[in-house]
């Protein structure tokens, strides 16, 4: 039902409609990836090489002679799964932390926020840098880097949702009729924390997809032959002079990908935000 | 309390004021065609509870209300000028010069990280070219003669640094700066605590008297009416009810929401003079939502009457009473009871 | 106010410890042995033993940590693994580039936020209004990298006004310096200009509905005097902390960008580091960026506790 009312609410603002209609097209392409491709995207041709957008490939061709778009179109897959596997990890890890802290209270609540203030002191970039440093490059280190980065924001959201529902009649109602813990957080808790959730989880999902990006252009992510589009940015950055669309197309779906994500996630808390501005907020009067 | 006099022109003459704002809902019709007169040396108070459109009026009269929102019409001649649809510069110069004002909470009304003399010399500055000395002394003498002892040292003051009459006599200061023709005091005195009220009230009497002014007052608080008041309006859902001369109103009152208001409901059985009452009385129900008016007479849902049919169809015309009573004294209402029965 | 000071002081070093610990584990979470790491295998014995020696990896964990906590805050970071030169040094010698295009990058975002965000509260849902938060919105999502190399392309290759990277110190050549910096401070400036942006609308939206905003119209002040002194004045006041905030992400944030423009900064510093295994540099850099965010963090908490008293009441809970 609410779920219903959400997507109403979404449906009357034309932003998120483009926004939702870009991320839709996002997913098939990633899912279909090969089928869609026009050409192998690993396949070379160096007698086609650096060649400029044609009707043969509309992205133009790399150093190697292979078809930009089809790796663009092979990137998508690669992005998309770091970014939604990196939340993932940020999403279970903060709401669980976020959930014990807010519930428990007490020391448990000190030392896990104590904890999260500490993982905030470090700016995000630079602290997977350092994970990577540890662990190693790769795409799957990339996933577990970005995930730790972002744990401590659904923790904090989390926990402050969980805080003001905790002395809720209805909670306390349930846990004097001997409700258990998990029985409470589940039926009564984690559905009054869900929008916030929701929302951070777009927007998060957008700064994923940024953070995997700049990592694999830096040389700490994704690793070749795989087309990640940080990558394929960071390949044409080396022929910027002589062939631009080796850069500005993989960077383009970078940014699409990721305004899709934000624009939803803005549309998103405007309609699960409870405290919507009223159309004369603002205008100093109140007739 | 003197009669107000009729000869001569008013300074102020506003006629058939309409404001409605633009909302998601469609338009709220706040000020639906008000009439008044402001004559020098006289007051007039405007009475009504909160959202029946008096303030918004007068901040229509001056342009004071967002362009993107709100839609004025009607007249509102002042010194011989039309006001309405001005431009921005013609009405600049009509604010404070002409027509100054005086708002509710004089905390938030001026601004924080400005000094008193600061916010006074704009004042100055606004309509004459002053010097920074001359903004001095002159900011000091309004300071004294609206009763700030220690002036000089005052001008330098925040006005967190002040109690809160004297930041609302620093506001009458800044409206005086101009030499206003008209002051309207919007519930000026409606956040100070009962004392200083007082004060404020005789200091505006007294500065109407040695300036000539014509004063405004608008208010829910009857109390401050009673006293001060030549001339009253009463206003419900942006519009003039019931209005006529101080005593005339208050002793025979017509129209059953200000019958209502002043605790004289014949339903009511309050054995008190309305004199007596000091401010409105509760009344069951709210104002009607400016986005959706009632058909018929606004107040026709919360009225304890409802003496004829047409309630609930026609809008009442404003019209005069029977001319036992005063000769300003007209009434919005199909209901015939009380003295005209 | 002093017990809040206090309060925050006391939470700022409690943090600071934990951040510590955390640096500190770094080379000890490396698996294997970090140095073989950072040298090779067919590193010369003596080299090798001087340096397990000066890491003090030998010794048992608590005391190396005790030792290295114990260097860091005298300003002893240790020596590098590679070229055996005090961390300390390396990272002065990096931070004025890192200092200057931070600065320059605030400068930029608050060139574009304050107008921007400015106009578009004066006209809220006019076209104004929905190209500024469009922009605002894409400025967010734009990869900086990306960015800085479109910037190049048109800029450096295309018309060829301004060099595509490097850096010149100041010292040597201002022009110089100024014609390198623009381009990196405008990629680095965007996403914190697109932050502010929004931040400066809601805060004029917010001043302009004050009540002592309508006393000053009614007084007959000019309308441009009026958004001066009465609406931006009171508006701007909380920037200062908010553009504090985005200069701290700043001052880390530029990683990425000096890596596009060859910057020789801290964040190339900590590339180099990372490269070349040499732990030693990436735990002095890291740490440093944690501290600079933190130390930033509380002046901007205290400054507008300074600026708010009710402040203090309300955070300590």
Known sequence: MRGRETLALLFRSPTAIVAGAVLVALVVTAVLGDSLAPHDPTATDVSNRLQSPSTAHWFGTDELGRDVLSRVIEGAAVSLKVGAVAVGISLVAGVLIGLVAGYYGTWVDDVLMRLSDVLFAFPAMLMAIAVLAILGPGSTNAMIAIGIVYTPIFARITRASVLSVREEVYVRAARSAGAGDLRIVGRHVLPNVTAPIIVQTSISLAFAILSEAALSFVGLGTQPPDPSWGRMLSEGRGFIEQAWWMAVFPGLAIFVTVLAFNVLGDALRDVLDPRQRSAMAGTGVTP | ?341 | MTRYVLRRLLQSVAVLLGVSILVFAIIQLVPGDPIRAALGQQADPETYAALRERAGLDDPVPLQFVNWLAGAATGDLGVSFRTGETVLSQILARTPATLSLAGAAIVVALLIAIPLGTISALHPRSPVDWFASLSSQAGLSVPDFWLGILLILLFAGTLGWLPSSGYTPFTEDPVDWARHLILPAITAGVSSGSILTRFVRSSVLESLGQDHVRTARAKGMRARDVLTWHVLRNALVPLVTVAGVQLAYLLSGVVVVEYVFAWPGLGQLAFQAVESRDYPLLQGTVLLFAVIFLVVNLVVDLAYARLDPRISYRSAR
């Open chain 2, 1 to 341: 309390m003197s009669s107000p006099p009729t000869d001569g022109a008013p300074l102020l003459s506003v006629r058939d004021l309409q404001v409605s704002f633009r909302t998601r809902r469609g338009p709220a019709r706040v000020v639906n065609g008000l009439s008044f007169d402001v004559h020098a040396g006289c007051t007039l108070a405007v009475v009504g509870e909160s959202g029946s459109g008096k303030s918004v009026s007068s901040l229509a009269l001056l342009g004071l209300l967002p362009d993107a929102v709100a839609e004025v019409r009607g007249s509102a001649v002042f010194g011989g000028d039309e006001l309405i649809g001005r431009t921005e510069e013609q009405l600049r110069r009509v604010r404070g010069a002409g027509i100054g004002m005086v708002f509710q909470d004089p905390m938030t009304s001026l601004n924080p990280v400005l000094t008193v003399e600061r916010q006074i010399g704009e004042a100055l500055r606004a309509h004459e070219k002053v010097s920074d000395e001359g903004v001095r002394s002159r900011a000091a003498e309004l300071l004294t003669e609206v009763g700030i002892p220690d002036a000089a040292s005052r001008l330098r003051a925040f006005p967190h640094q002040l109690s809160g009459g004297m930041r609302q006599r620093v506001m009458i200061a800044i409206a005086l700066a101009g030499n206003p023709r008209v002051l309207i005091a919007d519930e000026a005195t409606t956040a100070l605590d009962v004392t200083v009220q007082a004060q404020i009230i005789e200091l505006v009497a007294r500065l109407q008297e040695e300036h000539g002014m014509g004063v405004v007052w608008i208010t829910h608080d009857l109390g401050v009416v009673a006293g001060i008041a030549d001339h009253v309006l009463v206003m419900y859902a942006g519009r003039c009810v019931e209005e006529g001369a101080v005593d005339d109103l208050f002793d025979r009152p017509e129209h059953p929401y200000t019958r209502g208001l002043l605790g004289a409901l014949p339903v009511v059985d309050d054995p008190r003079p309305a004199r007596e009452r000091d401010d409105l009385v509760t009344m069951p129900g709210l104002p009607p939502d400016p986005v959706d008016l009632p058909a018929g007479c606004a107040f026709h849902p919360r009225c304890p009457v409802r003496a004829d049919a047409r309630c609930a169809t026609e809008v009442p015309p404003l019209a005069a009473v029977s001319a036992d009573h005063g000769e300003a004294h007209r009434v919005a209402t199909f209901y015939a009871g009380g003295d005209r029965a």
